[in-house]
C-alpha cells in the first residue's frame, strides 16, 4: 500500500510560552521551538504500522519552507521512506482550501491508495484532509483511532465520537482519513536515527512542478485571513494564591476543607 | 443579505444543545435574520425533532431519508448539496460531526470555511470578521472572511448563548424530495459505546485531575497519592491516554467523560475547551499550573503557578500532618 502522510512544522507549545509579538499582529517567533505537529506523528506511525504488515511505502509530505526540511528527515527517521518538500513564494499565506488546492495537484501526478493528516495542528482548524478529500472525489473520514485493513480496496477504522465511544465504518480506497492523537505510540526517534537521514535527497515541488493555478493558491486567492492575534479576555479569572509554597498550601487546605473536599 | 442555515444535529429524536446556540450566532451575523433549521434523517424521530425547533426556528427544512437514519457525514455532505441554496452561510456545530462533515462540504459549495468560531464581531458587506482561538486556548485571533460567495462556519458548542425562546410557531417544509438516490464509499457499520472502566469518575465528588503537565508515566503516583490521602479519584485529561499513562474511562472532556464533582484539582491541564466541556455542575475549581498564561485560569476559581511535580507531594505531606495533629 502507498500510504501518503501530509505533516505540519508548529510551535510546539509543550515547549514554548506563546506571546504576541509588539505588533500585535503574530506571535512572537524569535527564539520559538518548532517541532512536527502532534497528531501528524501518530499519522506517520500508523501509516508506518500499516506498512509494516501489508508491504509499501510511506512519504511524507509537507507545505512549507526550507526550514520544514528537518520535519520531514524527523519522520523520515521514524521510518518513511520518502519525504517531499512544497514549497514555493506563490504559495505563501494560502488559507486551508490554498493548501488543499496544492496538495491535490501533488497527489495527481503521484499513485496513493492513502492518504492520512493529523486530525489538526495548532491553529485547531481540523480541514485540509477533508477538503483535499473533496477535491479528489475521494471518501474522508475524520477523528480516525482504529484502522484495519480489510482487504486491497477496504478499510474498516473507527472514528471517535462523543464520550469515548466509537463509530465503525467501512471505506473504500483510496480515502483520506484525519487521525486522533493516541491511535499508537509513535516511536522515539534519536540523534542516531535522524543522522542516519541526513543525507538523504528531499525534492522540493513548486508552482511550475505542480503546475497549480497561482490564481487558486497564496494570499489572493485566500477567503480566509487571519487579521490578528490577541490576548483572550480573562473573563472573572481565578484567584492567583499568592506567597511562599507554604502559605499556599495553607491557603488552599482551608479552602478545600471549606468546599467540602477535606474532613 | 445572505440565507442563513443552521445544520441541526440530533440523536433520538432529541435536539443537540448545538441547535438553539446556532441561531444566537445566525443573530450576530446578522441580527434581522431568521435562520432556517435544516435536518437530515428518517422517521418518527425526525419528526419529533423537528416539531420541537418549532419555537426556535421560523422555517424548519427536512431532509427525511432512510440512507439518512444514521448521520454519515459522507452522506448527509451529498443531501445538504442538494437542498442548499447557492451562496449561503451554513452554521455547523464544531464537534465530532461537523468535523467529519464541514472542511469537505466547503469545497463542494464553493464556499469559504471557518472552524471553530467562539465570536462573531462584526459583518460589513461581504466581509466577516470572527474570532477563533489557536496554540490550544492560550491566544484568540481574528479572521477574516470573504462569504461573497457563501460559508460553512464550525461554531464551538458552548461559546454562543442561546437567545430567549420567542414562541416562532416555525413551518416544517419537507425537502426530501429535492434528494435523489445517495451513494457513498463509506459505509456506517455500527456504534461501540465507551467501556465504562473499573472507576466511575462521572460520580465521584473530588477530582485529581492531571494533565500534560504530570510528564512522566511514573508521576501519576504524585497524584494518586494525593487523591488517596484525601478520598479523592484520579482523572486526567486527554494527553495522559494518548501517552497511554490513564485508562480512557479516567478522561475528562467531550471524548471521555463528563464529571460533574463538587471539587476539581487540574494538575498541569492547560484548559481546552473540549476538556472544560466534561466538567458540569459548576465545582470549586482548583488549577495548579506552571504556565500563568495557561488558559485554565481563566475559568479556575483559585489559581496556583507553581510546579505541580513539586507542589502536589508538599501539599500531599501537609494534610496528612494536619489529620494526625488532629487525632
Same mark, same amino acid.
Given at each position: 500500500?502507498?500510504?501518503?502522510?501530509?505533516?505540519?512544522?508548529?510551535?510546539?507549545?509543550?515547549?514554548?510560552?506563546?506571546?504576541?509579538?509588539?505588533?500585535?499582529?503574530?506571535?512572537?517567533?524569535?527564539?520559538?521551538?518548532?517541532?512536527?505537529?502532534?497528531?501528524?506523528?501518530?499519522?506517520?506511525?500508523?501509516?508506518?504500522?500499516? *506498512?509494516?504488515?501489508?508491504?509499501?511505502?510511506?512519504?511524507?509530505?509537507?507545505?512549507?519552507?526550507?526550514?520544514? %526540511?528537518?520535519?520531514?528527515?524527523?519522520?523520515?527517521?521514524?521510518?518513511?521512506?520518502?519525504?517531499?518538500?512544497?514549497?514555493?513564494?506563490?504559495?505563501?499565506?494560502?488559507?486551508?482550501?490554498?493548501?488543499?488546492?496544492?496538495?491535490?495537484?501533488?497527489?495527481?501526478?503521484?499513485?496513493? %491508495?492513502?492518504?492520512?493528516?493529523?486530525?489538526?495542528?495548532?491553529?485547531?482548524?481540523?480541514?485540509?484532509?477533508?477538503?483535499?478529500?473533496?477535491?479528489?472525489?475521494?471518501?474522508?473520514?475524520?477523528?480516525?483511532?482504529?484502522?484495519?485493513?480489510?482487504?486491497?480496496?477496504?478499510?474498516?477504522?473507527?472514528?471517535?465520537?462523543?464520550?469515548?465511544?466509537?463509530?465503525?465504518?467501512?471505506?473504500?480506497?483510496?480515502?483520506?482519513?484525519?487521525?486522533?492523537?493516541?491511535?499508537?505510540?509513535?516511536?522515539?526517534?534519536?540523534?542516531?536515527?535522524?543522522?542516519?537521514?541526513?543525507?538523504?535527497?528531499?525534492?522540493?515541488?513548486?508552482?511550475?512542478?505542480?503546475?497549480?493555478?497561482?490564481?487558486?493558491?497564496?494570499?489572493?486567492?485566500?477567503?480566509?485571513?487571519?487579521?490578528?492575534?490577541?490576548?483572550?479576555?480573562?473573563?472573572?479569572?481565578?484567584?492567583?494564591?499568592?506567597?511562599?509554597?507554604?502559605?499556599?498550601?495553607?491557603?488552599?487546605?482551608?479552602?478545600?476543607?471549606?468546599?467540602?473536599?477535606?474532613? | 443579505?445572505?440565507?442563513?442555515?443552521?445544520?441541526?444535529?440530533?440523536?433520538?429524536?432529541?435536539?443537540?444543545?448545538?441547535?438553539?446556540?446556532?441561531?444566537?450566532?445566525?443573530?450576530?451575523?446578522? %441580527?434581522?435574520?431568521?435562520?432556517?433549521?435544516?435536518?437530515?434523517?428518517?422517521?418518527?424521530?425526525?419528526?419529533?425533532?423537528?416539531?420541537?425547533?418549532?419555537?426556535?426556528?421560523?422555517?424548519?427544512?427536512?431532509?427525511?431519508?432512510?440512507?439518512?437514519?444514521?448521520?454519515?457525514?459522507?452522506?448527509?455532505?451529498?443531501?445538504?448539496?442538494? +437542498?442548499?441554496?447557492?451562496?449561503?452561510?451554513?452554521? +455547523?456545530?464544531?464537534?465530532?460531526?461537523? /468535523?467529519?462533515?464541514?472542511?469537505?462540504?466547503?469545497?463542494?459549495?464553493?464556499?469559504?470555511?471557518?472552524?471553530?468560531?467562539? &465570536?462573531?464581531?462584526?459583518?460589513?458587506? #461581504?466581509?466577516?470578521?470572527?474570532?477563533?482561538?489557536?496554540?490550544?486556548?492560550?491566544?484568540? #485571533?481574528?479572521?477574516?472572511?470573504?462569504?461573497?460567495?457563501?460559508?460553512?462556519?464550525?461554531?464551538?458548542?458552548?461559546?454562543?448563548?442561546?437567545?430567549?425562546?420567542?414562541?416562532?410557531?416555525?413551518?416544517?417544509?419537507?425537502?426530501?424530495?429535492?434528494?435523489?438516490?445517495?451513494?457513498?464509499?463509506?459505509?456506517?457499520?455500527?456504534?461501540?459505546?465507551?467501556?465504562?472502566?473499573?472507576?466511575?469518575?462521572?460520580?465521584?465528588?473530588?477530582?485529581?485531575?492531571?494533565?500534560?503537565?504530570?510528564?512522566?508515566?511514573?508521576?501519576?503516583?504524585?497524584?494518586?497519592?494525593?487523591?488517596?490521602?484525601?478520598?479523592?479519584?484520579?482523572?486526567?485529561?486527554?494527553?495522559?491516554?494518548?501517552?497511554?499513562?490513564?485508562?480512557?474511562?479516567?478522561?475528562?472532556?467531550?471524548?471521555?467523560?463528563? +464529571?460533574?464533582?463538587?471539587?476539581?484539582?487540574?494538575?498541569?491541564?492547560?484548559?481546552?475547551?473540549?476538556?472544560?466541556?466534561? /466538567?458540569?455542575?459548576?465545582?470549586?475549581?482548583?488549577?495548579? &499550573?506552571?504556565?500563568?498564561?495557561?488558559?485554565?485560569?481563566?475559568?479556575?476559581? *483559585?489559581?496556583?503557578?507553581?510546579?505541580?511535580?513539586?507542589?502536589?507531594?508538599?501539599?500531599?505531606?501537609?494534610?496528612?500532618?494536619?489529620?494526625?495533629?488532629?487525632?
Amino acid at each position: 500500500m502507498e500510504i501518503l502522510v501530509c505533516i505540519k512544522r508548529v510551535p510546539d507549545t509543550s515547549e514554548n510560552e506563546i506571546e504576541l509579538n509588539s505588533n500585535g499582529n503574530d506571535i512572537e517567533r524569535d527564539d520559538l521551538v518548532y517541532s512536527v505537529n502532534e497528531a501528524d506523528n501518530y499519522a506517520v506511525e500508523e501509516a508506518l504500522q500499516i *506498512v509494516a504488515r501489508e508491504g509499501g511505502n510511506v512519504t511524507v509530505v509537507t507545505v512549507g519552507s526550507d526550514e520544514d %526540511d528537518e520535519s520531514l528527515r524527523r519522520e523520515m527517521a521514524m521510518g518513511a521512506n520518502r519525504g517531499v518538500l512544497i514549497s514555493d513564494e506563490a504559495f505563501s499565506s494560502s488559507d486551508g482550501k490554498g493548501i488543499a488546492t496544492i496538495l491535490k495537484a501533488y497527489v495527481q501526478q503521484e499513485h496513493y %491508495d492513502l492518504i492520512l493528516t493529523g486530525v489538526q495542528a495548532e491553529d485547531s482548524a481540523a480541514q485540509i484532509g477533508g477538503m483535499l478529500a473533496a477535491m479528489l472525489d475521494y471518501p474522508f473520514a475524520a477523528l480516525v483511532n482504529s484502522i484495519q485493513v480489510m482487504d486491497a480496496r477496504k478499510l474498516k477504522i473507527t472514528r471517535e465520537i462523543e464520550g469515548g465511544s466509537k463509530e465503525v465504518n467501512e471505506i473504500e480506497l483510496p480515502c483520506v482519513l484525519s487521525i486522533q492523537t493516541g491511535i499508537n505510540e509513535p516511536r522515539y526517534v534519536g540523534m542516531k536515527g535522524i543522522r542516519q537521514v541526513a543525507s538523504l535527497n528531499i525534492p522540493t515541488l513548486g508552482l511550475s512542478e505542480l503546475r497549480v493555478d497561482a490564481s487558486a493558491v497564496g494570499e489572493f486567492a485566500a477567503r480566509v485571513k487571519r487579521e490578528d492575534y490577541f490576548v483572550p479576555a480573562m473573563g472573572e479569572g481565578a484567584e492567583i494564591l499568592q506567597g511562599s509554597r507554604e502559605v499556599i498550601i495553607e491557603k488552599l487546605i482551608e479552602l478545600m476543607r471549606a468546599k467540602g473536599a477535606l474532613k | 443579505m445572505t440565507r442563513i442555515f443552521a445544520y441541526i444535529v440530533h440523536k433520538a429524536g432529541v435536539a443537540d444543545d448545538s441547535a438553539a446556540e446556532l441561531v444566537a450566532a445566525a443573530k450576530m451575523i446578522d %441580527d434581522a435574520a431568521s435562520p432556517t433549521a435544516i435536518l437530515t434523517g428518517y422517521g418518527t424521530e425526525l419528526d419529533t425533532v423537528c416539531g420541537s425547533l418549532r419555537d426556535t426556528y421560523a422555517e424548519i427544512w427536512k431532509v427525511a431519508k432512510e440512507d439518512l437514519a444514521y448521520p454519515n457525514a459522507e452522506l448527509v455532505r451529498k443531501a445538504l448539496l442538494e +437542498v442548499l441554496p447557492q451562496g449561503c452561510i451554513l452554521l +455547523v456545530p464544531h464537534n465530532h460531526f461537523g /468535523i467529519d462533515l464541514s472542511p469537505g462540504l466547503s469545497i463542494k459549495m464553493n464556499a469559504a470555511f471557518v472552524s471553530d468560531v467562539v &465570536n462573531i464581531e462584526s459583518i460589513k458587506g #461581504a466581509n466577516l470578521k470572527l474570532v477563533r482561538q489557536e496554540f490550544g486556548g492560550q491566544l484568540s #485571533a481574528h479572521v477574516r472572511c470573504d462569504v461573497s460567495s457563501g460559508a460553512v462556519l464550525n461554531t464551538r458548542p458552548g461559546a454562543f448563548k442561546p437567545l430567549e425562546g420567542s414562541a416562532l410557531n416555525g413551518l416544517v417544509l419537507d425537502k426530501s424530495p429535492l434528494v435523489g438516490a445517495l451513494t457513498t464509499k463509506r459505509h456506517f457499520v455500527e456504534t461501540i459505546v465507551a467501556d465504562a472502566g473499573g472507576v466511575d469518575i462521572s460520580k465521584e465528588p473530588v477530582l485529581v485531575s492531571i494533565g500534560r503537565g504530570i510528564q512522566e508515566r511514573d508521576n501519576v503516583a504524585i497524584a494518586q497519592e494525593l487523591a488517596d490521602t484525601i478520598g479523592a479519584v484520579v482523572s486526567c485529561s486527554r494527553p495522559v491516554v494518548d501517552a497511554k499513562w490513564l485508562e480512557k474511562s479516567r478522561q475528562v472532556g467531550t471524548s471521555g467523560k463528563t +464529571v460533574k464533582p463538587k471539587v476539581y484539582l487540574a494538575c498541569g491541564i492547560s484548559g481546552s475547551f473540549q476538556h472544560l466541556a466534561g /466538567i458540569k455542575g459548576n465545582p470549586f475549581l482548583v488549577a495548579i &499550573n506552571k504556565n500563568p498564561k495557561a488558559p485554565i485560569f481563566q475559568v479556575a476559581d *483559585v489559581g496556583i503557578v507553581d510546579d505541580l511535580l513539586e507542589f502536589l507531594p508538599e501539599l500531599t505531606n501537609r494534610i496528612r500532618e494536619s489529620v494526625l495533629s488532629k487525632r
